[in-house]
């Protein structure tokens, strides 16, 4: 599957705990894109990272929330000390080369904090 | 952030029949995406238009952009089932942020057979 891969697809939390969501880019892609999906409400931008560097982070909440793209293995998304507001799906996205090129989705993390 | 709207919030329609979803800006846009979301599922890109008045067919879905890059329009003839699902715009504006993408809320597309 050549397609942009996201794991869990599923994700359960107490408030409290950690969550940590996944993302593989599109094989010979460098450019990803974090987004989030709140029940009701549209897509919005979270953050962009290139391979080690994180471009804008403009959509990310202040606290508790950080990503990462490390030259090895996937994107990460991590919440800490997750509470109910944060569940929603998250989507992870990513393209060729930055700028206006077509950003590919994947399939989604629900996250669903108890 | 830029305004995207949607229109019709959603959509039934019997098998067969046409239809037309959409996307208004409140700025000029750089490109407009259309994707389709599947319930409990990711984004299928179906196309992106950047030119003013621009218009690309894929299969039974057309997509228009008019001539000031503020409007686009998806249109899908003789709908199937298999069209049935959330259709989303996404924008891109020139400037700072521009890889960003502005959603609009969707439209859901239900289809009867």
């Known amino acids: ?34 987004y989030r999906q709140l029940p009701e409400e549209g897509l919005k931008f979270m953050v962009y990272l290139q391979k080690e560097n994180i471009i804008d982070e403009s959509g990310m909440p202040k606290e508790r929330f950080s990503a ?5 293995g996937p994107s990460i998304l991590r919440i800490q000390q997750v509470v109910r507001g944060d569940s929603a799906a998250y989507f992870c996205a990513s393209s060729l080369y930055k700028g206006w090129e077509t950003q590919y989705f994947g399939p989604g993390t629900r996250l669903l904090v108890l | 952030s830029q305004e995207l709207e949607q229109s019709p919030q959603s959509l039934i329609v019997q098998e067969g029949k046409n239809l037309t979803i959409n996307c208004t800006s409140s700025k000029t846009l750089y490109g407009l995406y259309w994707y389709k979301q599947k319930y409990g599922e990711g984004l299928i890109f179906l196309m ?55 959603f609009g809320k969707g439209t859901k597309l239900s289809v009867i057979p």
């Open chain 2, 48 to 102: 992106m238009l950047q030119k003013g008045g621009e218009e690309k067919s894929h299969e039974k879905i057309t997509a228009k952009l008019d001539e000031k890059k503020q409007q686009s329009s998806l249109h899908i003839t003789a709908s199937q089932p298999s069209h049935a699902g959330i259709y989303l715009c996404g924008a891109q504006y020139s400037g700072a942020g521009s890889y960003q993408l502005t």
């Open chain 1, 68 to 72: 990462e793209f490390p030259k090895e």
């Open chain 1, 1 to 34: 599957n050549a397609g942009v891969m996201q794991n869990p697809r599923h994700l359960v939390r107490r408030r409290g705990q950690e969550a940590r969501l996944r993302c593989s880019p599109m094989k010979g892609h460098s450019h990803v894109y974090w």
